[in-house]
């Protein structure tokens, strides 16, 4: 035989991404199937196992081609024994992920966490290609964060590491997180942080505004209204803009002091804005970091979008796993 | 055969730290010699030569029962091939380190920078021993750190990775740095910063206090006396101290939730004052991080003193260097 077929799987709350990808990372099919919540998530395993092996058929493979599967989930997990704490979204409590699925299965599988394979993902085939030292930040409703050192995720103690959302950057008098704490990065850098400092913004100023017409249109704002408005040089929405820049300067500032990575990926919705957000960052980057790190770092956006924790997943397996 | 003995040397500015440590990490024989930096620092790859095979034939050992050397030395140093940059203090300038001292001695050695170096060592036999992930922190004249991630220094690409004495923890109106920026952790946390930080509360402020009689007898003040006078209750001694734990347990915690670190050790002079620092340290450690990180995360002062640099040198050689 030779080369062998990796299969990436990202679990959402709504929906399980899958792909088949081979070691040159030719991806050979995706597909998506729903998410079954039902009985806490108790079919999962055994719809993932079917899916794939029906998928596998199709395409004119057998079961002995697959070298194994890098699967993705929400939540906390251990990374070593694919052991899934807690992952509310989809109704686990104490939940042995990996081995459910290997029995379904009867392969190989790496549990990871979901922000952890994206960045992966990038690495392999997105923007983060060939660098083996990099931060790749998820800006959504929150702020994810995957540290890669040398070519692997890196995990800490309790597999934590890279939980970048919640570094504080507004020590006095910042905005609650979910996470119980005040001003965390996450409060002014995601989605839901450049949408609430907006409408703040709208609230303590009476200036002419494009987002306001916007506002007063529809009713509410989002992000991406804020940055389309900042394109467009309205006053406001560059003031907003700027300050979630400024936050996220300052942290990935701070994070490429301890890292000193070779490059920065910035995905998730917010990084749609492009430049509109790039311009300001970088400026606030370099104000907060030593010229030997931010000349040896480059920040661009995502590549993958949505493919990037399927393609992580398969990179797992990949790499991780020992050939059958 | 069997079993070899391992070398750590540690170049300072002034003497160079030597030790003979064997695989169980017993320390068989330690001394020192001065810095000869004349001639651009050109003589220093003979000298460590000569002393190290002379302390050699004096506890009656060969050549041949030597692994190599695992080398500290100040300034920028590209770890994988050993070529100093530059080292101001010791007069190198594109120096190739690794290859003199190869040269001179006929074995194989390693360089480390000598704050990671230092790590290493309280990773191996001192406060760290045991842990896989931690960080390493020198409070010093100025600020240096160390980051072990599953029980390898991290270097970015680079070589900068734990220069984390000048991430920002002042971001308006802060001290100048040496390093060109304001606000960095060194001009707060650091001996210097300490004391300069005392200076301008004994200036603004004509309240009594123990740390004044100080100032007055002596003319001058160190971070010492400011830990001893917060130690008996000094009331703008305490309000030195902590700020500088403030913005050390700032810094601590937005690097733990990048890192996720089972062990934050504190060395270098200031960590003498013991629990006088660690007390509102871990306060506002565990201010700035998330529960899941701050209970899986011990800080603990150094154990080795002096002696880590050389002791870590003594690690790199054992777990880097093959058996000849």
């Not at 406001?236 to 990926?265: C, D, F, H, Q, R």
């Not at 590549?303 to 397996?317: C, M, Q, T």
């Amino acid at each position: 035989m030779g080369d062998k077929i990796n299969i990436g799987v990202d679990l959402g709350g709504t929906t399980i991404k899958m792909a088949i990808i081979d070691d040159t990372g030719k991806m050979l099919d995706k597909w998506a199937i729903a998410t079954n919540t039902i009985d806490n998530g108790s079919h999962i395993a055994a719809d993932i196992s079917a899916s794939v092996l029906k998928k596998i058929e199709q395409i004119n493979l057998n079961h002995a081609d697959i070298r194994g599967i890098g699967m993705g989930a929400p939540g906390f997990i251990d990374m070593d024994t694919g052991f899934v704490y807690q992952a509310v979204n989809i109704g686990w409590e104490n939940y042995p992920l990996k081995e459910a699925l290997e029995q379904a299965i009867g392969l190989p599988v790496i549990i990871e966490n979901d922000a952890n394979m994206a960045a992966l993902g990038e690495m392999w085939l997105g923007a983060g290609q060939g660098a083996k030292n990099l931060i790749c930040v998820t800006l959504g409703t929150g702020v994810g964060g995957g540290i890669i050192v040398d070519g692997d995720i890196i995990h800490g103690v309790s597999g934590m590491a890279g939980e970048i959302g919640h570094i504080t950057v507004v020590p006095k008098d910042g905005d609650p997180c979910n996470c119980g704490k005040k001003g965390c990065l996450e409060t002014v850098s995601s989605a839901t942080g450049i949408r609430r400092m907006a409408l703040d913004a709208l609230d303590y100023n009476d200036s002419e505004s494009t987002l306001r017409e916007i506002f007063d249109r529809k009713g509410d704002i989002t992000a991406e209204d804020v940055f389309n408005c900042s394109a467009q040089k309205d006053p406001l929405s560059e003031a907003v803009t700027e300050k979630a820049a400024y936050y996220l300067g300052y942290a990935l500032g701070a994070i490429s002091m301890v890292i000193n990575p070779e490059m920065i990926v910035i995905g998730g919705g917010v990084s749609h804005a492009g430049d509109t957000l790039l311009k300001p960052l970088t400026k606030y980057f370099q104000l907060y970091s030593l010229p030997r790190i931010y000349q040896a770092c480059t920040i661009d956006i995502a590549k993958l979008g949505n493919d990037a924790g399927v393609i992580g997943g398969a990179w797992l397996a990949k790499t991780k796993i020992k050939n059958g």
